[in-house]
């Protein structure tokens, strides 16, 4: 994968059910889910999400950022959802920053080995 590949992710803050029919209208074929389920109360979960994104024909990948930063497997598992789809991609959390600071591990791994 290079690094121009991240190009086609947009970041957002948490999103809710409803906005699953609006995000399909704009044009995304992927949604990320980096929140972990259980952070506040009321906050839809990973399966509800899923089967909303599913419903609308999107692909979606549930790939929770703990608090306690971005692990490997975060960064291994977003190339991979990267990897098996096309498109444009949604990646959210709870303010959009952990989804934000992920991709820029990715940038600065994918130029060293690009390198």
Same mark, same amino acid.
């Given at each position: 994968? $290079?690094? #121009?590949?991240?190009? @086609?992710?947009?970041?957002? =803050?948490?999103?809710?059910?409803?906005? *699953?029919?609006?995000?399909?209208?704009?044009?995304?074929?992927?949604?990320?889910?980096?929140?972990?389920?259980?952070?506040?109360?009321?906050?839809?979960?990973?399966? $509800?999400? #899923?089967?909303?994104? @599913?419903?609308?024909?999107? =692909?979606?990948?549930?790939?929770?950022? *703990?608090?306690?930063?971005?692990?490997?497997?975060?960064?291994?598992?977003?190339?991979?959802?990267?990897?098996?789809?096309?498109?444009?991609?949604?990646?959210?959390?709870?303010?959009?920053?952990?989804?934000?600071?992920?991709?820029?591990?990715?940038?600065?791994?994918?130029?060293?080995?690009?390198?």
């Amino acid at each position: 994968m $290079e690094t #121009s590949e991240l190009n @086609r992710v947009s970041l957002a =803050s948490q999103i809710q059910l409803d906005d *699953l029919a609006l995000i399909k209208q704009k044009g995304f074929k992927t949604i990320i889910n980096n929140r972990p389920d259980n952070e506040v109360p009321n906050q839809p979960s990973d399966e $509800e999400i #899923s089967v909303r994104a @599913r419903e609308q024909g999107l =692909s979606y990948f549930y790939i929770p950022i *703990l608090p306690s930063g971005i692990s490997a497997e975060n960064i291994e598992e977003t190339i991979i959802a990267l990897e098996q789809t096309q498109g444009p991609v949604l990646a959210f959390c709870r303010s959009g920053t952990r989804s934000g600071v992920l991709l820029e591990v990715l940038k600065k791994e994918l130029e060293q080995n690009e390198s």
